[in-house]
């Protein structure tokens, strides 16, 4: 039986649709002990992660596995000093080693800050100015090691390094660490209300927030794999994200192994569509879920059928029709789009069950209570435009959303203005009740699978001699869903040139990590603007 169901009552129609579901928790649940430990305890060989490598390595670990490596980097870490409340960053692309620091900082009550390999040395240097860590586990690849070492001169706290696998110069190594300690722990009490998982999440009014979730966060993504993904008991998934975004908290652990499904990881830089399919096939991925960017090039002609496929999902981008009509055409398989936030869980869905429509984020998730309401709190009609929000069905903090922003209490009052959670993002509802994605209030990117905020871009776009005024914006691209564009003002004495468009993009792209690129430049004599003066990117978006 399932681990989830000690957790869970929850009701199914006919069809197997997910129509009520109710949590509940003790108040001192750990995931890694009351999950992770109690499977290893009654099912110690069954499968909970597949990994492998472009290398052609391989890695089948069991819960019991997982729970003694992870037991002793908790004690590599303790033995080092961190404690509970401890800020941990956490840069380890897809290495296996991420889900050993992951329990492990789960157990001991430490802070785990999840980021992506692709920060640049400013990147680390921002966010080291939010957060004082206490240690960071990073991989030795692609010159993490290095920029991280870059951004920390200068910084006012000195935290403890550790690589994994290959050796650094002035970091030293978990993965030889590890293998010097014992594998038992005592457990260190937490409440379920303490911060658990802090990710930097993309804005346009600023730089990256820090986003808090604390213990409960895990039991949230129950309905997220069950009922959106269709991770089984004995199945095996496979989500295709980085261990720095918060997609990995979606599809790579929690809900997956509360379910009783293994989680497939394949650890790779470049991304290719016929070595993904040669993976699914051959460690037979049972369901998946990636972005529409994935799935645009899996629909090119000669990518290989995936026979052992029963489910797949998407989300993160706009999914256009054909492709949708297409995977369905090639598979046998309907594609389940998905919706949520960074801040939460899986708001809405084209949950199992449910006839998936194509371009639909699919109806709420019966986790939440989902409105759409107009600007004076008024509930919004069917078939118009109105901002989601979640309603506390109880007067509590809904399940699986964040509990606080570093360091900001009065952002996190105001998305909580008027006792509901403001999502910031626009939808319309349909008479049968699904919900439709009309845009981002406050401009988030979405591109490649990658939320981006254009006051990071804008930001670094202004420091060029050339630039007098900018403004970035997405505009579609069909295999990104959005592409990165820039509207520049030349500063007096400068000219619209193919040479200029060519130096402030090499000038901007040097400095931001790949999947920010700026890819087309538009020279414009001036911005439209509110009266106000505040740029007008709905404007910007139409000159595409």
């Not at 002793?72 to 000093?81: T, W």
């Not at 297409?326 to 998905?338: A, C, D, N, S």
């Not at 930001?459 to 959005?482: K, Y």
């Not at 400095?511 to 538009?522: D, S």
Request: charged share 25%; aromatic share 12%.
């Amino acid at each position: 039986m399932s681990i989830y169901k000690d957790y869970v009552k929850e009701t199914v129609d006919e069809n197997g649709s997910l129509v009520d579901i109710e949590i509940s928790y003790p108040d001192n649940f750990n995931f890694g002990y009351d999950v992770l430990d109690r499977i290893a305890r009654e099912t110690p060989g069954k499968r909970a992660l597949v990994w492998c490598n472009t290398e052609n390595e391989e890695h089948i670990f069991s819960f019991e596995d997982i729970r003694r490596e992870g037991n002793k980097v908790a004690n590599v870490f303790l033995s080092a000093g961190i404690r509970k409340g401890d800020k941990v960053m956490v840069v380890l692309k897809k290495h296996y080693e991420y889900w050993f620091v992951a329990m492990a900082l789960c157990k001991i009550g430490a802070v785990m800050i999840p980021v992506t390999h692709m920060l640049t040395e400013n990147d680390f240097r921002y966010r080291f100015s939010c957060v004082e860590v206490k240690g960071i586990v990073a991989t030795p690849d692609n010159d993490v090691t290095d920029n991280v070492s870059k951004a920390l001169q200068g910084a006012s706290f000195s935290p403890i390094l550790w690589t994994v696998q290959r050796s650094k110069d002035g970091w030293r190594n978990l993965s030889e660490e590890k293998e010097k300690e014992g594998d038992q722990i005592p457990r260190f009490e937490n409440k379920a209300t303490d911060p658990m998982l802090l990710y930097f999440t993309s804005g346009t009014t600023g730089y990256p927030k820090g986003v808090i979730h604390d213990y409960s966060y895990p039991l949230a993504h129950i309905v997220t794999a069950k009922y959106w993904q269709g991770a089984y008991d004995g199945g095996l998934h496979f989500t295709v994200a980085e261990t720095g975004w918060a997609k990995a908290s979606w599809g790579k652990l929690y809900g997956q192994w509360l379910v009783g499904s293994a989680v497939m990881a394949f650890d790779f830089d470049n991304f290719d569509p016929k070595q993904l399919v040669t993976i699914i096939n051959r460690y037979g991925v049972t369901s998946f879920c990636a972005p529409p960017t994935i799935y645009r090039y899996l629909m090119r002609k000669g990518t290989p059928e995936t026979p052992s496929l029963k489910h797949a999902s998407t989300a993160g981008e706009f999914l256009s029709p054909d492709i949708f009509h297409k995977f369905t055409e090639r598979t046998g398989l309907v594609l389940h789009e998905g919706y949520g936030q960074t801040e939460t869980a899986l708001i809405a869905a084209n949950f199992k069950g449910q006839k998936a429509v194509d371009g639909s984020m699919g109806r709420p998730s019966p986790l939440y209570s989902v409105k759409l309401v107009q600007k004076d709190g008024s509930d919004t009609p069917v078939g118009e435009i109105g901002e989601i929000v979640l309603v506390p069905k109880d007067g509590k903090k809904p399940l699986g959303v964040f509990s606080s922003y570093l360091d900001n209490d009065e952002l996190y009052k105001n998305v909580w203005r008027g006792g509901v959670y403001h999502t910031g993002d626009a939808a319309w509802q349909d008479e049968n009740g699904a919900l439709w994605f009309h845009g981002r209030f406050d401009d988030i990117i979405k591109s490649g699978g990658f939320r981006i905020g254009p006051y990071e871009i804008e930001n670094i776009l202004i420091e060029h001699p050339a630039v007098f005024e900018c403004s970035v914006v997405g505009i579609p691209d069909p295999l990104r869903g959005q592409a990165i564009k820039a509207f520049i003002v030349p500063a007096k004495g400068y000219e619209p040139s193919k040479a200029l468009d060519k130096e402030i993009r090499d000038f901007c792209n040097a400095k931001l990590a790949e999947y920010k690129w700026i890819r087309t430049i538009e020279f414009v004599p001036e911005m439209p603007k509110t009266i106000s003066g505040k740029i007008r990117k709905s404007e910007l978006r139409k000159q595409g």
